[in-house]
């Protein structure tokens, strides 16, 4: 799966309302044991939901915003226990209720001071309840699609009804730019991250929205956009994790048009041998057995192998051994999933001369033997090989 960073890292904790609780006569502070006392049963019952939540006790903040529900259904602090019942549930999985208890909480409460963010949320377990069983591999692509149809139109929603909410907007936004992308919609999500860039250049998120841009860019295959972008993000955010990302880009990009770094250190170690690369199209793939984006990734190569290996594919996969990966490991990964093509096991010396930072990693060499594309393995399909045979 792509390493981009995904945009749900932007989510933040709203302020929460303060614990009532009256200072006795003169001014002096009461003893805590005597301050717990003096709250009111809805006092300690609302800050149960509340330190369940801020606790990360999320399955307590739900029980007791059941409760709080139960015994006060007319307090004033309903909105903000539903609010917190429902970011509860989503940080739990709970896609589907997080939603439902959002959605009651705005049907009841249009105008309370979370509605805002309220609806954003519910919009987030829109998108996390398609997005997570993707993520895992669970549900394909074209069946995820009306899904990600709906949480797009729920942040679009979103992003306008509360545009006078410059926090709200933004992140309403960038979801938006995330799930488009998450479509396929790369020149849409481009242009959706770029309008918040020039919104707000020096706005909460923009490292991410220019990382972002640069893998658009560099996806798209326009190289040298892409790495004006993450040599801009490096100099304006140094240190920044995002700008550690985009050298690992750049290094990437400096292999196109280059002659194909020799694999001359690997150890074939499967059934099938390497072969003979002179005049042919190289698919060069990097990955490990124990590497959850491979185990899926790696064998849908397969069919790309069989596919075009008559035109003059050659597809060759490099491992490195590491967490107790062996050879014995690899021999029965791809008898596991009857990979026909040559797994060589080699020092890390060649993934090093490929740039290779993340796996799957792939790079794509053509028939003179230069480097002609180099980016993620979960980007290739056979589209993409056919343009260079």
């Not at 304006?236 to 990302?245: C, K, L, R």
Request: aromatic share 8%.
């Amino acid at each position: 799966m792509r390493a981009l960073f995904l945009i749900l890292a932007i989510v933040a904790l709203l302020s929460l309302l303060p614990a009532c609780g009256e200072k006795p006569p003169g001014g002096a502070e009461s003893p805590a044991a005597s301050a717990e006392s003096q709250k009111s049963p809805e006092d300690q019952a609302f800050e149960s939901v509340v330190n369940g939540f801020e606790t990360g006790n999320f399955a307590g903040a739900i029980r007791a915003a059941q409760d709080f529900s139960d015994r006060y259904p007319e307090s004033p602090r309903l909105p903000q226990v539903l609010y917190l019942s429902g970011r509860a549930s989503i940080s739990r999985g709970e896609f589907e209720a997080g939603e439902a208890t959002l959605q009651t909480m705005l049907d009841r409460f249009p105008d309370n001071e979370n509605a805002a963010f309220a609806g954003f949320y519910r919009a987030q377990a829109i998108y996390l309840k398609t997005h997570a069983p993707v993520k895992e591999y669970k549900l394909e692509r074209e069946a995820a699609m009306p899904g990600y149809e709906q949480a797009l139109a729920a942040f679009e929603e979103v992003g306008e009804k509360h545009k006078g909410d410059a926090e709200v907007a933004a992140r309403s936004r960038l979801m938006a730019a995330q799930i488009l992308y998450d479509m396929g919609r790369r020149e849409e999500s481009l242009k959706e991250f770029q309008a918040y860039q020039d919104e707000q250049p020096e706005g909460d998120y923009a490292d991410q929205a220019l990382f972002q841009i640069g893998c658009l860019l560099m996806d798209l295959e326009r190289y040298e956009e892409a790495t004006k972008i993450f040599d801009r993000l490096t100099r304006e955010y140094p240190g920044n994790p995002n700008s550690g990302a985009a050298i690992d880009r750049i290094r990437e990009m400096t292999l196109i048009g280059r002659p194909m770094p020799p694999l001359d250190n690997a150890n074939w170690v499967t059934k099938a041998k390497k072969q003979d690369t002179s005049g042919k199209v190289v698919l060069i793939v990097f990955f490990n057995t124990w590497c959850p984006h491979c185990q899926h990734e790696v064998p849908r190569l397969e069919k790309v192998y069989r596919d075009l290996k008559d035109r003059g594919l050659v597809v060759l996969a490099l491992t490195s051994h590491s967490k107790e990966q062996t050879d014995e490991t690899v021999r029965g990964f791809a008898s596991k999933h009857g990979l026909t093509f040559p797994i060589g096991v080699e020092p890390g010396k060649t993934a090093d001369a490929y740039a290779v930072g993340r796996i799957p990693a792939a790079a794509i060499i053509d028939r003179a033997g230069v480097v002609r594309w180099r980016n993620a393995g979960d980007l290739v399909n056979e589209s993409l090989v056919e343009r260079f045979l």
